[in-house]
């Protein structure tokens, strides 16, 4: 399978587990990775026959401005399901960063990543 790579899909979200992270919003970054058969495209040169990287950023855009959800794990569920049944993708891989989750002590990043 080949792959395709898209980082750093940023966007505001109100997700967290306390009431002033779901009232107040913090940035939230998304990285996918799509195994996806590129081979036709590579050869035809047409975005019909590939995925529309512009459609899956503003989707995951909007992912991440929906919700609320309590945890970065669901919305990288919700994202990767999303993702993977609107563009008939075969494998996802979605890592959703949180680098200013209130945890009590300066960390650069908290991410979890799903692979479906």
Do not use: C, N, W
């Not at 399978?1 to 899909?9: H, P, Q």
């Not at 979200?13 to 036709?40: A, I, M, N, P, W």
């Not at 992912?63 to 970065?72: A, K, R, T």
């Amino acid at each position: 399978m080949d792959e395709l790579r898209i980082t750093g899909i940023q966007a505001k979200g109100f997700h967290g587990l306390f009431d002033f992270e779901r009232r107040d919003g913090q940035t939230f970054l998304v990285d996918l990775l799509l195994q996806l058969d590129l081979s036709k495209p590579g050869k035809t040169d047409s975005i019909e026959d590939t995925v529309d990287y512009g459609a899956i950023t503003a989707r995951v855009k909007e992912l991440i401005e929906s919700g609320p959800y309590l945890l970065i794990e669901r919305l990288a569920e919700v994202i990767a399901t999303t993702l993977k049944d609107e563009f008939s993708l075969s494998q996802i891989e979605v890592r959703v960063h949180k680098p200013d989750a209130p945890v009590g002590v300066k960390v650069e990043d908290i991410s979890v990543t799903i692979r479906r």
